[in-house]
Nanobody, 125 residues
């Protein structure tokens, strides 16, 4: 089970840190991703961290503002979100992928094997 948390309401320009904790799984054994779904839109890729930790990937709209990381000791993956914009409003999902290679794809829903329940982020003044 993956459990996402840390969502909430924030003003434009603010920051949030999302966490993804796992029970029954060791997240260091997976590549990890964050995807989001805005109201009325399809789920889209946000960020990914490969199994090796050697590569991170971001969708263009969040590059330079968001950062994905993991703490293996806490079995937790994070998404630090800075300079938030209203268009970042969405339900954010963490997901685990069995892909082992940095060169694998991580931007598709089908790239992930396990999903958390989502946490809502609202950016509004």
């Amino acid at each position: 089970q993956l459990q996402a948390s840390g969502g909430g309401s924030v003003q434009p320009g603010g920051s949030l840190r999302l966490s993804c904790a796992a029970s029954g799984r060791t997240l260091s054994s997976y590549a990890m991703g964050w995807l989001r779904q805005a109201p009325g839109k399809e789920r889209e890729f946000v960020a990914a961290l490969t199994l090796s930790g050697g590569s991170t990937y971001y969708t263009a709209s969040v590059k330079g503002r968001f950062a994905i990381s993991r703490d293996n000791a806490l079995n937790t993956v994070y998404l630090q979100m800075n300079s938030l914009k209203p268009e970042d409003t969405a339900v954010y999902y963490c997901a685990a992928s069995k892909n082992k290679y940095d060169s694998a794809t991580y931007y598709r829903h089908a790239d992930y094997d396990y999903w958390g329940q989502g946490t809502l982020v609202t950016v509004s003044s």
